[in-house]
Structure formats: C-alpha cells, structure tokens
C-alpha cells in the first residue's frame, strides 16, 4: 500500500526557514500529482501548495512568493522549502499523493514559528 512519510518540521523563528521533504513508497511515484497541505488547530485544512505529475505548480495565496514546491522523481520525493517564516504559519504540515481515485495522506509533521 502507498505510503507517505513526512520529515523536517520543527520549530523555527519568524522570518526563518524550514525545509520540508516527503518520500513515497510507489514504483510509479512520477504519475502521482503530489501536494503539501495543512491544519491549524480550530482550521480546516488547506492547500499550501501542489505540483502535478508533468511540474505544474500551484500554491496558496498566502504562501506564494515565500514557499517553494519540488519533486525529485529519481528519489521518489516532494520537498517544501518554506522562506519567511510568520506566526500564521505553525500548523501541521501533510503530504498527499493523488492518482485517479487513490488520495493518500502522510502521517503529518509540526511546524511552529514563534520567537
């Protein structure tokens, strides 16, 4: 069964960096559309950012111009590095692979910014 794990949350300053990565176990992990969402507590959860099977990107309006979306296909992951770090930012980060009908979720990883 496909399987996401998560890694490089922890807690960082306002206006640090973090660099998150996501490793997925599939043969075919180059035609999954991988993305990075998350939770606050009392939020739902939401986008953070997306990159399809073929790179296209997408990100949250809020994020846009700090964080930044890759996948490496060779080593079957997708990272999230995450610049500027605010306040607004701590919450559980989640990858998710989707293929078709397949949605899956990783176990999900802490961010917290706070000085």
């Known amino acids: 069964q496909l399987q996401l794990v998560e890694s490089g949350g922890g807690t960082v300053q306002p206006g640090g960096s973090l660099r998150l990565s996501c490793v997925v176990s599939s043969s075919i992990f180059s035609i999954y559309d991988m993305g990075w969402y998350r939770q606050a507590p009392g939020n739902q959860r939401e986008l953070v950012a997306s990159?399809?099977?073929?790179?296209?990107?997408n990100y949250g309006d809020s994020v846009k111009g700090r964080f930044t979306i890759s996948r490496d296909n060779a080593k079957k992951t997708v990272d999230l590095q995450m610049n500027v770090l605010k306040v607004e930012d701590t919450a559980v980060y989640y990858c998710?692979?989707?293929?078709?009908?397949?949605?899956?979720w990783g176990q999900g990883t802490q961010v917290t910014v706070s000085s």
């Open positions: 998710n692979a989707r293929l078709s009908t397949q949605n899956r």
């Open positions: 990159i399809s099977s073929s790179g296209t990107t």
